[in-house]
């Protein structure tokens, strides 16, 4: 059985446009103006004129203008909640979530930018640097490159370019050609309030990410591994930072005296929510074998319940694209044919759109495809184990560290298996938690990324150091170890770092002649 490939293509390049459809039944949905290359240059010259009045205009005077893209947000919720669940398929909640985290990330920057952004004055570590006055300067990537995935378009677009945008950058978006209409809206309410020219979109597919990559000075990047090297490669061609957040295969484990109602509630959250398609949704349980039973049949009760449909009427909704359905559909059939069961679900609905039943899976093992390769979608396969050793050698059996969960007796036992998984980031008893706290670093270890968002990193990574120096106190036209190189200006200049870099006795030592000296 070999795996399907991402076939499903909705670029019209002769007509120039994107044909978007909706997810939920498969209809037409609006036709996007497609950029090319030529138009993604010209836009990124446009973003480049304006960036230098942002910059110029200080974070006080940034703050002010995204302070009222914030406001527009608040007041634009429920047409950005239409949009973004009919474009996606998704049930109303999903994007809340999104604009909630939007607000969230511009609230904490509010606070934390001008400090952050401030010059700061660095106290000389050393004596002999003691004369020298050293202030670090933060000055912006003058044009930063956002390119997100389609699951959470809003967050992934535009939440990354809240720091950059605080941080004095002109930003450049490109949405996932599956969703991008919600984004657009956002940046039309950008130019709405009359913000500075220094945010834009441009629409396409990959080639249209590429033909961006060329033009900025910053890439951020949301998607998966494989087009994350891509974007890795090409931005090293032109020796510009990438911060790449990347795809996951997030396990949540389950030990002996856990609340085990609690943990199974989270589990169906952590592995349904979005339909199943988060980067740090639940893809893998691994639950101790005592629990095992009353976990699974909770979590079978509560999934069974769970209604497909999407706005107001569902808790799981369609597939935003339709070849994530075949993937699905591969991982489910693979993992049958090593042995697993289905317990629920396992089929796709038989209705117009990219529908797949939720899915409950057990008797897994790490042979099978969905315990190794990202799913996104909506299975969980749940994995009987012996002790916390074994989860925790399992949970780190895999190119994946983006996240993970632990539910267990104590918080003390639970901290302790936190320190020992190769993630980014642990949520003790919850999921996601991580993700709703705009002051904490959001990055993955291993093949889930480089660097991170979010956090004091997540807006300083957008700008470059520069320290300016000076001497604090006025010396002679001539420091002692610039020309001419003589003998005695040597001896001055060595004696004085002696002095200073030499220890305790080692320090008097030194000035004995050399024969006395190992006395010391
Ligand atoms: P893809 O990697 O397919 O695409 C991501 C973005 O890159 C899209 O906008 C895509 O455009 C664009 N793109 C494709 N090819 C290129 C290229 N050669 N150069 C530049 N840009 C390119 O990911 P998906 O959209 O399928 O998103 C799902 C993935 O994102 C999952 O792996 C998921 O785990 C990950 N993800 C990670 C998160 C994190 O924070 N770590 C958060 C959310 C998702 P187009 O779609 O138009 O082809």
Request: contains cysteine; glycine residues 8%.
């Amino acid at each position: 059985m070999t795996p399907p490939t991402k076939a499903f293509s909705i670029v019209d390049t002769d007509a120039e446009v994107l044909h978007v459809y909706r997810p939920a039944d498969g209809t037409h949905l609006r036709d996007v103006k497609l950029d090319t290359p030529a138009s993604v240059t010209a836009r990124a010259q446009q973003l480049r004129a304006a960036q230098r009045d942002w910059e110029r205009l200080g974070v006080r005077g940034r703050t002010h203008w995204i302070n009222q893209f914030r406001q527009w947000i608040l007041d634009n919720t429920d047409r950005l909640l239409q949009i973004c669940a009919e474009e996606g398929g998704r049930p109303i909640n999903e994007p809340m979530l999104e604009t909630t985290l939007l607000v969230e990330v511009i609230d904490y920057y509010s606070k934390a930018a001008p400090k952050l952004l401030a010059p700061k004055r660095l106290r000389p570590h050393s004596l002999l640097v003691t004369g020298k006055k050293l202030v670090v300067h933060r000055h912006p990537h003058p044009l930063v490159g956002v390119i997100g995935a389609w699951n959470f378009p809003l967050l992934l677009t535009v939440g990354d370019a809240v720091p950059a945008l605080f941080a004095g950058s002109a930003v450049l978006l490109k949405s996932s050609e599956l969703t991008p209409i919600g984004v657009r809206a956002l940046v039309e309410g950008w130019n709405e309030i009359g913000a500075p020219p220094v945010l834009d979109v441009v629409d396409g597919d990959g080639a249209i990410g590429a033909a961006l990559i060329d033009e900025v000075d910053f890439i951020q990047f949301t998607g998966s591994v494989a087009t994350g090297r891509r974007v890795a490669r090409q931005a090293a061609d032109r020796l510009i930072p990438v911060s790449l957040e990347l795809g996951g295969k997030d396990s949540c484990v389950v030990l002996s005296g856990a609340n085990v109602s609690r943990a199974a509630r989270c589990a169906v959250y952590g592995g349904f929510a979005n339909n199943g398609q988060v980067c740090m949704g639940f893809e893998r349980v691994y639950v101790q074998d005592d629990i095992y039973e009353e976990f699974v049949s909770r979590v079978v009760d509560s999934v069974r319940r769970l209604r497909s449909g999407v706005g107001q009427h569902g808790d799981v909704g369609a597939l935003t694209s339709p070849a994530q359905v075949d993937i699905i559909e591969f991982h489910v059939a693979d993992a049958v044919a090593k042995g697993a069961s289905i317990l629920t679900g396992g089929r796709r609905l038989d209705r117009a759109g990219n529908w797949f039943e939720p899915t409950v899976l057990v008797d897994v093992d790490h042979t099978m495809t969905v315990m190794q390769e990202e799913t996104f979608g909506p299975v969980l396969p749940i994995m009987r184990v012996a002790d916390a050793d074994e989860a925790v050698r399992l949970s780190n059996d895999t190119e994946f560290g983006l996240s993970a969960s632990i539910f267990a007796a104590t918080t003390e036992q639970a901290e302790g298996i936190a320190a020992r998984l190769e993630v980014g980031a642990v949520n003790i008893n919850d999921f996601l938690i991580n993700m709703t706290c705009a002051e904490a670093p959001q990055g993955g270890w291993k093949q889930s990324g480089i660097g991170s968002r979010a956090g004091t990193y997540g807006l300083l990574k957008f700008t470059r150091t520069k320290v300016v120096s000076e001497n604090r106190i006025g010396f002679s036209d001539n420091e002692i170890n610039w020309f001419p190189y003589t003998a005695a200006r040597r001896k001055i200049f060595r004696t004085a770092v002696q002095l200073v870099q030499r220890r305790g006795l080692d320090r008097i030592g030194w000035f004995l002649p050399t024969n006395k000296r190992k006395e010391h």
